[in-house]
């Protein structure tokens, strides 16, 4: 049980479009989830905490309206990065908070390049 | 603010001994969670054990275990009969004792068993 999933695994796309990342829980339902980025040979780094109904909460200097997280059901949260940059080439993990609050489930990751 | 110090960024250990990881955390909780989690190439985030602060007595999971000492905010992971599957990632983490707090990690130990 617990298992969380991402899709794609890795995505190229050019810069200037967007990218969609989703993340299932697959046999619980979350009702939070949490978006990290890592850099490589890097710690994992929070983006923002995405709650079901509600708007994610973004940590310090994550751009909002760049990093779109959409969180629509209990099993689903979206990240979209809009207007990609070369920049914004990096790996991006998922997790999702299980049954206790100091569960947290993470996903396989997605490994984004922009070109 | 909480942080997280690994202050070793690679450690290596021959395949049977034992390796202990460092962990130095701040906070001005009471109560909290730390965790270690493994990375390993995959680079899917596994967690390795978990220590509730309130709890006196050190967390055990098979061949790995904590010294957990409070007052000093330390947080050793020690890893018995070191195999090859244990090279990764390791990463310490803090999270405080409320409902859905995020994950603070450490910077990373890289961890090579050699043969």
């Known amino acids: 049980g617990a298992v969380v999933s991402q899709h794609p695994s890795w995505v190229i796309c050019k810069s200037g479009t967007s990218v969609k990342i989703e993340c299932r829980s697959l046999?619980?339902?979350?009702?939070?989830m949490f978006w990290y980025r890592q850099f490589p040979k890097q710690s994992l780094m929070l983006m923002a905490t995405?709650?079901?109904?509600?708007?994610?909460?973004?940590e310090q200097g994550v751009e909002k309206d760049k990093f779109l997280i959409n969180h629509a059901s209990l099993t689903l949260s979206t990240l979209t990065v809009t207007s990609a940059h070369p920049e914004d080439s990096s790996f991006y993990i998922c997790?999702?908070?299980?049954?206790?609050?100091?569960?947290?489930?993470f996903g396989p990751g997605t490994r984004l390049t922009v070109t | 603010a909480q942080t997280v110090t690994q202050s070793q960024p690679e450690m290596s250990v021959q395949e049977a001994e034992t390796v202990t990881l460092s962990c130095t955390y701040d906070?001005?909780?009471?109560?909290?969670?730390l965790f270690w989690y493994k990375q390993p190439p995959s680079r899917q985030m596994i967690l390795v054990i978990r220590?509730?602060?309130?709890?006196?007595q050190n967390a055990t999971e098979n061949r790995f275990s904590v010294n957990f000492q409070k007052a000093a905010k330390s947080f050793s992971l020690k890893i018995s009969d070191s195999q090859l599957g244990d090279t990764a990632m390791y990463f310490c983490?803090?999270?405080?004792?409320?409902?859905?707090?995020?994950?603070?990690f450490g910077t990373g130990t890289r961890l090579q068993v050699f043969p």
């Open positions: 997790s999702a908070e299980g049954r206790l609050s100091y569960e947290q489930y």
């Open positions: 046999d619980f339902q979350a009702t939070t």
């Open positions: 995405s709650n079901e109904g509600s708007k994610a909460t973004y």
């Open positions: 906070t001005s909780e009471n109560n909290y969670y």
């Open positions: 220590q509730e602060a309130y709890k006196q």
């Open positions: 983490a803090f999270m405080k004792h409320v409902n859905t707090d995020k994950l603070i």
